[in-house]
């Protein structure tokens, strides 16, 4: 079946008639949305939304991850073929998932950036959808809770990270991906009690109550050890989940603003986020991946397949 649909398969994120289903697509041609789900701003039925926030204004170090949503649509062509390998159900079957494209910004206007992407996902929220972000760098994670919060009080996260993030910043008008998470605990939007961060590899004395389980302990006690310890301190609460593409070692991910050394494998990233399945997950974001430092593609693949993830993960309490 899936040979005579390639015959026929072209540009489907404008011409698929089903929202539900695998593609078939040839992998080499075509539009490139998000695994060649339809692009659309109407999500009347959509179950996820997958948006792109090409921001990358606030990085620390190198620049690129404004090119980061193209590159990870472009890669999840190679995904769209069969369900995501591992969980043992096709999310893609399951639930109506839709590309809504990008955010449209004034790049020169920074300062108006926060409140857009707040309004921008808390319009696709309204509307009855799960956000699925692909970034741009880590900052536009903050004007994202700020939505979850309005709509859920103060939500639990599940980080993947390099960096824990918490840095003091005590400026509202400064716009940084070191500080999300810092500004998101001081503005009531997290819990710190409720958050986890994972894959830490840079000393930061004040992480403000967040529980840090940093690589290292990851790779002596294990995944499932892991699991157990991040599922204790998200309990049922709504999770949102951020993954920041520098929590994969650089030689999985080299392309990104800030690689550190000694980070996750890809496969153990693969292990976690299956092994979430059940929390109670409303929405999530892929950040940090820059094509320009990404010779080979591999981070765009790593993005692609961790956007993959978190669909899987969003839908598996939606099963029948």
């Known amino acids: 079946m899936a040979l005579e649909d390639a015959k026929t398969q072209v540009d489907q994120a404008f011409t698929r008639a089903d929202p539900r289903g695998l593609s078939f ?10 695994l060649r789900r339809r692009y659309t701003k109407d999500l009347t039925g959509v179950d996820v939304a997958v948006t792109g926030i090409p921001f990358d204004q606030a990085v620390t170090h190198r620049p690129g991850t404004r090119f980061g949503p193209r590159a990870i649509r472009e890669a999840s062509s190679l995904q769209a073929f069969d369900a995501p390998y591992g969980w043992g159900y096709d999310p893609l079957s399951l639930l109506n998932v839709a590309d809504y494209g990008d955010m449209p910004f004034d790049y020169a206007n920074i300062r108006d950036v926060p409140a857009r992407i707040t309004a921008h996902i808390g319009a696709i929220m309204d509307a009855g959808a799960a956000p699925i972000t692909l970034g741009g760098d880590h900052f536009i994670t903050l004007p994202i809770l700020r939505a979850m919060a309005e709509r859920h ?30 500004k998101a605990i001081r503005q009531g939007l997290v819990d710190p009690a409720a958050c986890v961060s994972v894959g830490i590899r840079t000393d930061n004395p004040d992480t403000l109550g967040v529980t840090i389980l940093d690589a290292p302990s990851v790779h002596q006690d294990g995944v499932q050890a892991t699991l157990e310890r991040i ?73 692609s397949h961790v956007a993959f993830e978190l669909i899987a993960l969003y839908g598996w309490n939606r099963r029948g």
């Open 25 to 34: 697509e040839n992998a080499f041609g075509g539009a490139t949305s998000f």
């Open 231 to 303: 599922r204790a301190v998200v309990g049922d609460r709504p999770t949102y989940v951020t993954f920041d593409i520098d929590a994969l070692d650089p030689a999985f991910a080299p392309g990104t603003g800030t690689p550190v050394w000694g980070g996750l494998a890809s496969w153990q990233a693969a292990a976690l986020l299956r092994g979430l399945a059940g929390i109670n997950m409303i929405g999530g974001d892929v950040v940090e991946v820059s094509p320009p430092y990404d010779t080979t593609g591999a981070t765009a693949i790593a993005g």
């Open 153 to 182: 009080g103060p939500v639990a996260l599940i980080q993947f990270d390099a960096h824990s993030d918490t840095w003091v910043d005590d400026d509202p008008d400064r716009i940084d991906h070191g500080t999300f998470l810092y």
